[in-house]
C-alpha cells in the first residue's frame, strides 16, 4: 500500500525492556513481516513496557487482513463482527492481531458496508487503511505507539510520547466526536487513568459528563466486559469515584446511584485481594452494590413459601432489573444470588445448617461479605467473629460449637424436605 500520511516520529531512545516482551508477540510480529506484511506490537503492551509495567497481553496491528493473517496462521480464528480482529494462538498465550484501519468520516459513502455509523456511533469498523490512518482511529495518544521490535524502536504518530511522560491521558482528535462515535472510551479513559495513575487532558475530561448518556445505547454486554476490567484493574476503588465524579453511577447502575460504605469496602477489598494475587471475581462488588436494593426488595415481598424462595424471588428481579443497563452474565448473577441467600443463614446459625453452610461452594465469598458487612455495623462483629473461629476448628471441635448454640434439645421432629445446600 502506499503511504501518504504523516510521517511519525522514531524514537530510539525509548527504556522498553527487551526480556519483558512476549516471545510468542515476536514470533507472530516475525511471521507476518516475513510473508511482507507491515506489523508492529501496538496499544496497551508498548504502553506499559514504556511505563516498566509488565503487559497484561500484548496486540499486534498489520497490513494483512485477518484472511491474510488466517493464511500465515492456518489455525488461528477471526473473531469479531463490529470490530474484526484475529486470534492467533501460540502455547499458552492468545496473541490479538488487527489490521490498519481507517476512520472515514460522516459524508464517506466509500465502503458503506464495512463502516457504519447510526446517529454518529460506529456499529462497524472494518475499513482497512495504512499504518498512520490506523493511528488516529485509536483511542488515547498513549495508546497509539507502534514498537517495531526488529530495530527496537518506536514509531509515534499522535504526540503519545509526550503525553506519556507527562502521564497524561488524551484523546486523540474531537473528545466530543470520540465520546460519541463510541461511548465505551468514557469507561477506557476512567480505567486507564486509574489504572496507570495518570491525569485526564482538559478536554478528555470535560467532554465525559456530557456524554454519559450515550452509554445507554451500548449493548450491555459489551458494557459488562469493560466494567469486569474496571472492577478488576487493580484500581477499582479509584475507578469507582471517578465513575462517580462524572455522574455515570445513576447511568450505569440506576438502583445504586448512591454507593454505600460497604460498596467502598467490596471494592478496597477486590484491589487489596489483586495486589496479593488472591482470586477475584466482579460478582463480589455486584453483590455489594446491589445489596441495599436487594433487602428492600427482599422485605416488599409477601411471605408465602420458604424464605429461601424469597430470597430468591428478590435476587430475580432485581438482577433482572440491572440487566436492563448491563448484561450480568449468569454464572455471576447466581454468585451473587448465593452469597445474598446464605448472608441470612449465617446470621441464623441454625445448628443443622452450618454444616451445609460450610460447605457450600459459595461459603467463602459469603463470608467474606459478611465480614464486609460486619466491618460496617450491619451485624454484630460477634457473629464474624464466631463464623471465622468455626472454620479453624476440627471436626470433633466444630461440633462443641455448634452444638452450643441450641443449650436446651429441642424435640426433634421430621424434616419435611431436606435442606438444600
Ligand atoms: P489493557 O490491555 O491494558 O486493558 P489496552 O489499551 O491494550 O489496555 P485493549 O482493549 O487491549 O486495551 O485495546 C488495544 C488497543 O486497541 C488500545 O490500546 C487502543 O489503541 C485500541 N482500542 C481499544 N479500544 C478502542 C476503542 N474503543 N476505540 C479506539 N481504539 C481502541
Ligand atoms: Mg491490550
Redesign the pocket.
Known amino acids: 500500500r502506499n503511504r501518504t500520511g504523516p510521517l511519525p516520529r522514531r524514537i530510539a531512545s525509548h527504556k522498553i525492556p527487551v526480556n519483558r516482551i512476549s516471545r510468542s508477540a515476536i514470533r507472530v510480529v516475525e511471521s507476518l513481516r516475513k510473508a511482507n506484511y507491515e506489523t508492529y506490537l ?4 508498548v ?2 513496557l514504556l511505563l516498566g509495567l509488565v ?3 500484548f ?1 499486534v496491528a498489520t497490513s494483512a487482513t485477518p484472511e491474510e493473517v488466517k493464511k500465515v496462521f492456518p489455525r488461528a480464528r477471526i473473531i469479531g463482527r463490529r470490530f474484526r480482529i484475529v486470534h492467533v494462538r501460540v502455547g499458552r498465550e492468545i496473541i ?1 492481531v ?1 489490521t490498519f484501519r481507517k476512520q472515514i468520516g460522516p459524508n464517506d459513502a466509500s465502503n458503506y458496508n464495512e463502516h457504519e455509523a447510526r446517529d454518529g456511533v460506529i456499529v462497524r469498523d472494518n475499513v482497512y487503511g495504512n499504518i498512520d490512518e490506523d493511528a488516529f ?4 495518544t498513549v ?2 505507539l507502534y514498537y517495531d521490535p526488529a530495530n527496537n524502536t518506536v514509531l509515534d504518530f499522535v504526540k503519545g510520547m509526550q503525553d506519556l511522560g507527562s502521564r497524561t491521558l488524551r484523546l486523540i482528535g474531537n473528545p466530543k466526536v470520540r465520546y460519541q462515535e ?1 461511548p ?2 468514557i469507561l ?1 479513559a476512567i ?2 487513568t486509574a ?1 496507570l495513575d495518570f491525569t485526564l487532558e482538559k478536554n478528555t475530561e470535560t467532554a465525559i459528563a456530557p456524554a454519559g448518556e450515550s452509554l445507554n445505547v451500548v449493548p450491555s454486554a459489551r458494557l459488562f466486559d469493560e466494567l469486569n ?1 474496571l472492577f478488576m484493574s487493580g484500581k477499582a476503588e479509584r475507578a469507582f469515584e471517578l465513575l462517580q465524579k462524572f455522574n455515570l453511577l445513576e447511568i450505569l447502575f440506576p438502583l445504586s446511584s448512591k454507593t454505600t460504605d460497604l460498596v467502598t469496602a467490596a471494592l478496597h477489598s477486590t484491589d487489596q485481594r489483586i495486589a496479593q494475587e488472591k482470586p477475584v471475581t466482579p460478582g463480589f462488588i455486584i453483590a455489594a452494590l446491589l445489596w441495599n436494593h436487594y433487602q428492600s426488595q427482599y422485605n416488599a415481598l409477601p411471605t408465602i413459601g420458604n424464605p429461601q424462595e424469597k430470597q430468591f424471588d428478590a435476587a430475580r428481579a432485581v438482577i433482572r432489573e440491572q440487566q436492563q443497563t448491563i448484561a450480568i452474565p449468569k454464572r455471576h448473577a447466581f454468585f451473587v444470588r448465593d452469597v445474598w441467600h446464605l448472608q441470612s443463614r449465617l446470621e441464623r446459625r441454625n445448628p443443622r445448617s452450618i454444616r451445609p453452610v460450610l460447605e457450600h461452594r459459595r461459603f467463602r465469598a459469603a463470608y467474606d461479605f459478611l465480614l464486609l458487612r460486619a466491618r460496617n455495623a450491619e451485624v454484630e462483629p460477634g457473629l464474624a467473629q464466631w463464623w471465622t473461629e468455626i472454620q479453624t476448628l476440627n471436626p470433633t471441635e466444630q461440633q462443641e460449637q455448634i452444638s452450643a448454640l441450641s443449650p436446651q434439645k429441642k424435640k426433634r421432629r421430621r424434616r419435611p424436605k431436606r435442606e438444600n445446600a
Open positions: 501496538v496499544g496497551g503492551c504502553r506499559d503487559p497484561k497481553d496486540d490479538e488487527s482511529r485509536r483511542d488515547f495508546n497509539a463510541d465505551v472510551r477506557r480505567r486507564l489504572k476490567k
